[in-house]
């Protein structure tokens, strides 16, 4: 289970890291709210843990921002502010649960483990498939005709928005700000090289090909890329 921990504290996250780590969790820490938006916006986490009093970008704009992205990742708070209205402000935000400060260790582990189950739980779909490509979204894993595909973190995530708008065409556009959160053109071939990759990877081996390029619109993943849905 892999835990993005966004806390500005250096000490309390050391010690958090470390209790959860000694708990069996990955965990990865960012120190302020910018630096923590961009994580959790372009990376696969199983639960989000987020001060509420950030630099740079405050923990319930980071939660604002994620839920804007369609990105429903759980969120567990972490604030000293406890009165009613600030856990209301703060679950209303978009948070799952809000836990204040102090708090004993024990409870912030129970409380992850419930969001743990209940994202399982409310999954919509174990796996996204097309053809015989498969993307089981519990382990993480790519397999094509029962094959195991070995993808870095970037290609993992270009194929899930792939695999998310089947039969689109998606533009170099979209995917510069869904699949690395950019809201502006760097001017350079990233895309177009992050595509070869995953493309030699999911298809140069196999008969059909499924991940194709519009010439002058962007590119799709399809059986049959002559009839994109709208």
Do not use: C
Request: glycine share 6%; hydrophobic share 40%; charged share 25%.
């Amino acid at each position: 289970m892999k835990i993005l921990l966004i806390e500005d504290d250096i000490e309390a996250a050391t010690s958090l890291q470390k209790g959860l780590k000694h708990s069996g969790y990955e965990v990865v820490h960012a120190s302020d709210g910018l630096h923590g938006f961009s994580l959790a916006n372009t990376q696969n986490y199983d639960v989000l843990i987020i001060d509420r009093m950030l630099p740079n970008l405050d923990g319930l704009t980071i939660i604002r921002k994620l839920r804007e992205e369609d990105i429903h990742t759980p969120v567990l708070i972490l604030s000293a502010l406890g009165e009613v209205d600030d856990r209301v402000t703060g679950l209303k935000a978009g948070g799952d649960d809000y836990l204040v400060k102090p708090y004993a260790f024990n409870e912030l582990l129970a409380r992850i483990e419930v969001l743990n189950r209940r994202s399982l739980t409310n999954v919509e779909k174990a796996e996204l498939v097309i053809n015989d490509l498969k993307l089981d979204l519990i382990s993480h894993t790519v397999t094509r005709n029962g094959i195991a595909i070995r993808l870095q973190p970037k290609e993992m995530q270009l194929l899930e928005y792939f695999l998310r708008n089947i039969n689109k065409i998606v533009t170099r556009t979209m995917l510069l700000e869904k699949v690395w959160g950019f809201h502006f053109d760097p001017e350079t071939n990233l895309v177009d090289t992050q595509i070869s990759r995953l493309r030699s990877k999911i298809d140069k081996d196999f008969s059909q090909q499924l991940l194709h390029t519009i010439r002058g619109k962007g590119y799709i993943l399809s059986e049959d890329p002559s009839n994109p849905k709208n």
